[in-house]
């Protein structure tokens, strides 16, 4: 039986933060963990997620074996002296009505690089443009039989890029949503938040573009008595990186590409686009650090993709060059912010959309 817990008096004022931890399972195994951190007045948004191979101080067990509504009081309390938020609510998805929840959106626009589209798994894997569905997404989360650190680090980069892919379409959609299917979506999950809060909070995030910004605990790769390697949770450092990337999301919105990792693919046969760009972008303070040839030319449209879940600076950058096209593909052991890929609809001459 669902958990819908006691009724929400008021919502919370627009100076304060709204939190909610988000559990993904695939039956009894956690797939996925992030606390939503959303500041209402500023319209901007932390996704602070926990790897699922983490185990918190003083404890052995891993996140990944927790199971059900054990893992927000398993979790609850650490986040809370991370981030000095409180954490009240919680929602439990499992992959059955995540993959329901995709697929009643109508798919999520995506894109994969030449990198990413040989995870192995049940589909074949499209590289470029398309729209993921929900069977698709889930299969993405793909682990080998024997997992590695590594490959849980490659899923939460590909899991991070669908959530935000998530959340920006139902900011597309807005007014779409319509009463009845946003009380469909409540229904999808096991939760504490009473409906109204969760209506509330739907409708705050499909009303206008919200900043989303993703950031991840730190952790000391640590080897169990049974040889199992794990993520010891650094809470003094992770608490320092939370607050720190908290103070960067309220920086002024025409700042915020000035730290921006950004290369520069180009994918015509124009000699010098890339250049052009990149003068254009360092006349607006923006560095950037490679510019290359793109793995094919003949790119019809500009694309850029946020690389590191710091959505912010890919849509400053947007901004800046006309382009509309922005798809989420977080690599972040690439070191890069944004990757803009560059089609023929790039004028030449200025290096911005013709």
């Known amino acids: 039986m669902k958990d819908k817990g006691k009724k929400f008096a008021e919502n919370p004022t627009e100076e304060e933060a709204f939190t909610l931890l988000w559990n993904g399972y695939d039956g009894k195994k956690l797939e996925y963990s992030f606390l939503v951190v959303f500041y209402p007045k500023k319209n901007k948004s932390i996704l602070y997620f926990v790897n699922p191979i983490t185990a918190f101080p003083g404890k052995t067990e891993i996140l990944e074996n927790t199971s059900g509504k054990e893992i927000f009081a398993y979790s609850a309390s650490e986040l809370e002296k991370i981030t000095s938020h409180k954490i009240s609510y919680y929602i439990n998805l499992s992959s059955e009505n995540l993959i329901k ?184 303070s923006i560095k950037v650090l490679s510019t290359e040839n793109a793995w094919k030319s003949g790119i019809k449209r500009s694309i850029i993709l946020d690389r590191s879940g710091k959505a912010g600076y890919s849509r400053r950058l947007a901004e800046i060059l006309g382009i509309k096209k922005i798809k989420h593909l977080i690599r972040k052991e690439s070191g890069l912010d944004v990757t803009i890929l560059l089609g023929e609809d790039i004028e030449s001459k200025t290096g911005k959309v013709k």
Request: hydrophobic share 40%; glycine share 8%.
């Open 101 to 284: 929840l995709i697929d009643l959106l109508g798919g999520l626009p995506f894109y994969l690089d030449p990198n990413v589209h040989r995870i192995p798994g049940k589909y074949a894997r499209k590289e470029g443009d398309f729209l993921l569905f929900g069977e698709e997404a889930v299969d993405l989360f793909f682990l080998p039989a024997k997992p590695e650190p590594i490959n849980y680090i490659q899923r939460l980069n590909l899991q991070q890029s669908i959530l935000l892919s998530l959340l920006d379409k139902l900011s597309f959609l807005g007014g779409e949503l319509h009463q009845e299917l946003i009380q469909y979506l409540y229904f999808l999950a096991e939760t504490n938040l009473p409906r109204e809060k969760f209506e509330w909070f739907i409708k705050k995030i499909s009303g206008g573009k919200v900043f989303y910004t993703v950031f991840e605990a730190s952790g000391e790769l640590k080897t169990s008595q049974n040889g199992r390697t794990y993520l010891s949770l650094m809470t003094d450092q992770s608490r320092v990186g939370f607050h720190e990337m908290e103070s960067l999301l309220f920086k002024d919105e025409e700042s915020l590409g000035e730290n921006a990792r950004v290369e520069i693919l180009n994918g015509t046969e124009v000699n010098g686009l890339a250049k052009k760009t990149k003068d254009l972008l360092n006349a607006h």
